[in-house]
């Protein structure tokens, strides 16, 4: 899945808006307030990738994406799960190797100005 014009958690993160798309998830770029954090666990064979997203209605949703390339035809599997009020990030089942960050770059890809955390 590799585009050398964006970086490689932009273009994961496109592909999961895509199926999304795809999957009548209810959820397109249009609906989105805000990325405020985004997690992955980079492997060479499969890897994992979560957003947690402000949608314009309020709502705050986890998208999560995982790419098998273990297997013939590299499975994808994509959930969005929706985030309790008291949840800042939601309850992963192993969270080994997981790692948190800010994705600006997306929100600016999206052309959303986010608050300042600075």
């Given amino acids: 899945m590799a585009d050398s014009a964006h970086p490689a958690d932009l273009t994961v ?18 609906d989105i307030a805000l990325v405020e954090a985004a997690w992955s666990i980079p492997d060479t064979v499969v890897s994992s990738h979560g957003w ?3 949608l314009e209605d309020g ?7 995982t790419l098998d390339d273990s297997r013939r035809g590299a499975p994808e599997e994509l959930t969005l799960t929706q985030l309790r009020l008291d949840e800042t990030y939601p309850a992963m089942e192993n969270d080994a190797g ?12 999206l052309g959303i100005g986010g608050p300042s955390l600075h």
């Fill in 59 to 65: 709502r705050r949703v986890h998208l999560e994406y």
């Fill in 13 to 30: 993160f496109l592909r999961a808006l895509q199926l999304a798309g795809e999957r009548a998830l209810g959820i397109r770029a249009e």
């Fill in 98 to 109: 997981v790692l948190w960050y800010r994705p600006e770059h997306i929100n600016r890809h």
């Fill in 52 to 54: 947690v997203l402000a």
